[in-house]
């Protein structure tokens, strides 16, 4: 099993920046790949971002693209995700998750991840 708890959430104004952590617990994470998504109210979860397991590759959904930043530390077995410009959209519960399968693939397709966070909110005001 593996457990994911996300932090850094706060509450900001447009322009600001947030850090988010995902520090994972259970198993090392180094071989897996993890994503970020996040759910705004009234509407469904969704992509943010995803990173390979070394680090190596990471994709972005369109509109974080230039103002979002994933990253891991596999050493402290941690992901990141480094907001900047944020504006009152990017305004949700973030969640970070886990693909199981060893050496997968980076994915932006929600049912491909296996383990998820509890979410940290993330609230931009205008």
């Known amino acids: 099993q593996v457990q994911l708890a996300e932090s850094g959430g706060g509450l900001v104004q447009a322009g600001d920046s947030l850090r988010l952590s995902c520090a994972a617990s259970g198993r090392t994470v180094s071989n897996y790949t993890m994503a970020w998504f996040r759910q705004a109210p009234g509407r469904e979860r969704e992509f943010v971002a995803t990173?390979?397991?070394?680090?190596?590759?990471?994709y972005y959904e369109g509109s974080v693209k230039g103002r979002f930043t994933i990253s891991r530390d596999n050493s402290i077995n941690t992901m990141f995700l480094q907001m900047t410009s944020l504006k009152p959209e990017d305004t949700a519960v973030y969640y970070c998750a886990l693909r199981a399968s060893l050496w997968a693939t980076i994915s932006r397709f929600i049912n491909d991840y296996n383990y998820w966070g509890q979410g940290t909110q993330v609230t931009v005001s205008s």
């Open positions: 990173i390979s397991n070394t680090g190596e590759r990471t």
